[in-house]
């Protein structure tokens, strides 16, 4: 990408658009568009279609999408579906239509398998049944990775996808029920030291594994890839290490500095078992996460406390 080439970052006003932002501003491109929902709302196909015919993007970086955690997902799937699948099919779309040098499409690890083989290749989607508690956000994100894929091979559009394991870091939803695992901890645990809680209640037995990136490396290795790689096939990002829920919480408890006691509800669901991702091909690629999980939890405490204060 050229420094001043045109830019529209959908999403840029969440987590992960948000940290898209600060690593192009970062790296020298400033002719960045960007639109927050009340401005255009990407589920209406004319109002996308519109936007892309005056603005003319020469780059896409669709970070825009309804996320949430375990809670969110088995509330409202139809809503996680049809949103997403609108937002990726009229963006996608759009900018083919309109001349759009190259978009980049981003996922979630949840595309997956319930019980791939770990670590996770990217060749093992489709090959047996997603988490019956995310399927719906799934299938809405295979969908959008698959019609980049099939732009590419039909009509020779250079449209990549990037598939990140759990993200975490500024910019986060720290909502009570509707966020995800950690940054649900740290709210938690911050509450209960505030309040001086005995204990804690986490969901599931602990047993669980889990994988978690630092957003703004994921960012850099977005930018990096636009300018690097061209393909069908995804790519995934993440550290190539895994820690249980269990242990989570304890680390996460202690750099929030909450000492009471933390208990599990095992009548609660602990989602997939395990999700750990293969990363050698963005290895080969020439990337490599730069922030460990406890400096990166660190940040992100700093971040919650800093947004508690700003309200």
Known sequence: MDKDAKIFVAGHRGMVGSALVRALDRQGYKNLITRTHAELDLTRQ????????????????????????????????????????MIEMNVIRAAFDNGCKKLEFLGSSCIYPRLAPQPMKEDCLLTSALESTNEAYALAKISGLKYCEYLNRQCGADY???MPTN???P??????TRSHVLPAMIRRFHEAKVNRSPFVE??????????????????????????????????????GKEISIKNLAELTARIVGYDGEIRWDKSKPN?????????????????????ELEDGIRLAYEDFLNRQEAN
């Not at 690097?228 to 790519?235: A, P």
């Not at 989602?271 to 922030?291: E, H, I, M």
Request: charged share 20%.
């Open 46 to 85: 004319a109002a996308v279609e519109n936007f892309f015919a005056v603005e003319k993007p020469e780059y896409v970086f669709l970070a825009a999408a309804k996320v949430g955690g375990i809670a969110a997902n088995a509330e409202a799937p139809a809503d996680f579906m049809y949103q997403n699948m």
């Open 160 to 162: 990549i996808s990037v």
């Open 167 to 169: 993200l975490y870091g």
């Open 171 to 176: 910019n986060d939803n720290y909502h009570p």
């Open 202 to 239: 986490c969901w599931g037995d602990g047993s669980a594994l889990r994988e978690f990136l630092y957003v703004d490396d994921l960012a850099d290795l977005c930018v990096f890839l636009m300018n690097n790689y061209s393909g069908d096939e995804t790519v995934n990002a993440g550290t």
């Open 271 to 291: 989602g997939t078992p395990r999700k750990l991702l293969d990363v050698s091909k963005a290895t080969a690629l020439g990337w490599r996460y730069k922030t």
